[in-house]
């Protein structure tokens, strides 16, 4: 009992410090962070929801900040020695090596993607999860990204996106994707919604 009540505490704690450091990034990079808080539990559970642990390849996240949705992909099941995170905040990337050890953290810009990649993948990707605040970038570099990450990924598998917009992110007119999007999240803060893209 005492010892789930100090693992309890630990948890808060370590929550308070990573809501800290967000709030610190959007202060500095208001554009580049896109979140004032990391994602909730409900929101990095419907991510992590949308991967399938069994396919094999490596799963690619995009802006992981403290690792929220990283530890809902983890308790989905997926190994952290097969993520590849890819995060642009130095300070984020030494807390993520930290926390995911066997994780392969790559700091650099994630629209970018395929050049980041091109000497890492070994095998197409299972799946690419994005925490990227897309609607900051002007649709060109949304839809750039997404046909990159097409590139990477293999045949059906998904880019999973979430977004506090009532919109997609990439039109749902794009011709080269298909769309696929959840309920509302209204336990996160603010409310969010997941998208899933299929290349066609």
């Known amino acids: 009992m005492l010892f789930q009540s100090t693992l309890s505490i ?15 990034s959007w202060l500095e990079r208001p554009l580049a962070t896109g979140a004032v808080m990391p994602s909730g539990r409900p929101l990095a559970r419907a991510m992590a ?12 996240e995009l802006g992981p900040g403290t690792g929220a949705v990283t530890a809902a992909l983890v308790e989905r099941g997926i190994k952290p020695s097969r993520m590849v995170l ?4 130095a300070t984020f990337c030494r807390l993520l090596r930290t926390r995911y050890p066997e994780a392969t953290v790559v700091q650099g810009d994630a629209y970018r993607l395929r050049r ?4 890492l993948l070994r095998q197409p ?4 999860v994005s925490g990227l605040p897309l609607f900051t970038k002007p649709l060109k570099f949304r839809l750039r990204l997404l046909a990159d990450a ?10 999973v996106q979430f977004t506090y917009a009532a919109v997609s992110p990439i039109p749902r007119a794009y011709s ?8 509302r999240i209204w336990f996160n803060l603010p409310p969010a919604r997941v998208w899933v893209y299929r290349k066609v």
């Open 125 to 128: 990707a299972a799946a690419v």
């Open 116 to 119: 980041l990649m091109e000497t």
């Open 49 to 60: 929801q949308c991967v399938d642990p069994d396919p094999p390849g490596p799963l690619i």
């Open 150 to 159: 097409f590139t990477l990924l293999a045949p059906g598998a998904p880019f």
């Open 86 to 89: 890819v995060e642009f905040n």
């Open 176 to 183: 080269r994707a298909r769309a696929q999007a959840s309920e």
């Open 10 to 24: 630990a948890k808060k704690v370590t929550r308070i410090d990573d809501e800290m450091r967000f709030i610190r």
